[in-house]
């Protein structure tokens, strides 16, 4: 039940030092497809104690020698001066700030309402990163689904349950994927947004 409860995030343990591989992927994708990547700057929702993601862009930038790039974290604890507070299942986004690109890197599956969060990023960010590990049981197939909803559930803590179809059916709502990838068993999404 702990892994329920939001109080989870408070504790530095729970962040994977293994994370960095799927945010090097997540920043690949944007440097890969998007124009002037070096002039990007991104927003880190959900940074964790360790800014996985500020830390594999902090990672590019010194191998390709430029300038190193924004990003502005946040999470739903202040881990330090740097961090912005922002917790999305308590609809307290105040500390919000505009980027070029959104990133939801591990984030979707622990949100209320992901739709709602999804709007929030269409009108702060051009471009969102996310990655979003997807129901791959058919849900006619009652006895395996509902085990894997069980497994989404109580072993991750995980609070909604998409396929991959209707992850991008919603993410096509405030825009349109752009590019993909996976990440053991994950989906990674390149998306334009679209504040509407």
Not at 15 to 33: I, M, P, Q, T
Not at 160 to 188: E, P, Y
Request: glycine share 8%.
């Amino acid at each position: 039940m702990r892994r329920l409860l939001p109080e989870r995030w408070s504790d530095p343990a729970a962040y994977g030092a293994g994370w960095s591989e799927r945010n090097e992927r997540l920043l690949a994708l944007a440097d890969g497809a998007l124009p002037e990547p070096e002039k990007l700057d991104f927003s880190e929702y959900g940074c964790g104690p360790h800014a996985p993601f500020a830390a594999a862009v902090a990672r590019a930038d010194e191998a390709a020698g430029r300038t190193p790039r924004r990003v502005h974290r946040f999470d739903r604890t202040r881990w330090d001066e740097g961090c912005g507070l922002i917790d999305f299942n308590e609809a307290r986004f105040e500390e919000a700030v505009s980027s070029a690109v959104g990133v939801l890197s591990g984030v979707l599956e622990y949100l209320d309402d992901p739709g709602a969060v999804l709007a929030f990023a269409a009108r702060h960010h051009r471009w969102l990163l996310a990655s979003y590990a997807p129901v791959t049981t058919p849900p006619h197939k009652l006895a395996p689904y509902a085990a894997e909803i069980d497994r989404r559930a109580f072993h991750h803590g995980w609070r909604n349950h998409l396929a991959a179809d209707a992850l991008v059916a919603l993410i096509s709502r405030h825009g349109f994927v752009i590019r993909t990838g996976l990440w053991k068993g994950q989906m990674l999404v390149l998306a334009q947004l679209a504040a509407r």
